[in-house]
């Protein structure tokens, strides 16, 4: 991993990937044209992870900002400044919502709520892991959405953590520290423009996300639940018709607000 720039100027700068506009394939907004800012750096390592170039930070990260067919390369240490001038000339037609993905955007806090203030009225959606509830308080009154995650710790191998000086956090390993992590995010965002996504692999067992249906209906039971089958990756199959009707069964039993939405994206050939 690279090292965080040192000078005091450049403090609320993240690594950016890249820029561009496409289609939301995710979560609750399935098919709403947005703009993507995608991150780098990720401690987390699930084992169905499509992006696993963003894991990493590297020394000098180059943004890769994409118009349409055309793109352009830039310096990746970027300020909500310039990455607001990139998601404009990413836009062929009116202002879109924003969505912040990774990588973990909540690996770079400062620059979310900073970000916050260059969007003006336009909405910030947050997509996240949720493994750093301490990071999630302190940008959920800068974001307008949060799309959050639920990973059964079965799917993650050890994190690695970014090492980045005074974030102090931590990463949960094992399913009680995942209990317990989930149980604070959860709490957090209850009330609140969210949704969670459960993410559903073909080779576990119904019976394995079970806590963490029964984790919604006790914590968040008004937050809206999206079952992501796992578009199949590294060998990771995707879930059969029966287990997602096993599921959805046990979500409703549960009085959940279901959806099952694949990666819309994915499927249309879509960034």
């Known amino acids: 991993m690279g090292a965080l720039p040192a000078s005091s100027a450049l403090r609320v700068r993240a690594p950016v990937l890249e820029v561009f506009a496409s289609i939301q394939g995710e979560g609750r907004f399935v098919g709403e044209p947005q703009a993507f800012v995608r991150l780098a750096g990720c401690p987390l ?3 169905w992870c499509d992006t696993p170039g963003s894991w990493a930070v590297p020394a000098a990260p180059r943004a890769r900002v994409r118009a349409g067919a055309a793109a352009r390369r830039a310096a990746g240490w970027a300020t909500p400044e310039d990455v607001r001038a990139w998601i404009e000339a990413v836009e062929a ?4 919502t924003v969505s912040l993905t990774g990588g973990e955007p909540l690996a770079w806090p400062a620059f979310v709520r900073a970000l916050r203030a260059e969007l003006g009225p336009r909405r910030l959606h947050l997509e996240t892991a949720g493994a750093h509830p301490r990071a999630l308080a302190g940008v959920l009154a800068a974001v307008d959405h949060v799309s959050l995650d639920l990973k059964l710790p079965a799917d993650l ?3 690695e953590p970014l090492g980045l000086a005074g974030d102090g956090e931590g990463e949960p390993h094992g399913a009680a520290a ?3 992590v ?3 995010v959860l709490t957090l965002v209850r009330g609140r423009d969210a949704c969670a996504k459960l993410i559903v692999a073909g080779d576990r067992a119904a019976a394995e996300f079970l806590p963490l249906l029964e984790d919604v209906a006790r914590l968040a039971p008004e937050l809206p639940l999206v079952l992501q089958p796992v578009t199949p990756v590294n060998g990771v199959p995707a879930p059969s018709a029966a287990l997602l009707e096993e599921l959805v069964n046990a979500a409703l039993a549960r ?3 279901l959806r099952v939405v694949p990666q819309i994206h994915r499927q249309l050939g879509l960034p």
């Open 45 to 47: 390592r699930c084992r």
């Open 93 to 96: 037609g009116p202002a879109r």
């Open 157 to 159: 191998a050890p994190p």
């Open 178 to 180: 995942w209990a317990a």
């Open 182 to 184: 989930r149980a604070e």
């Open 255 to 257: 009085g959940l607000e």
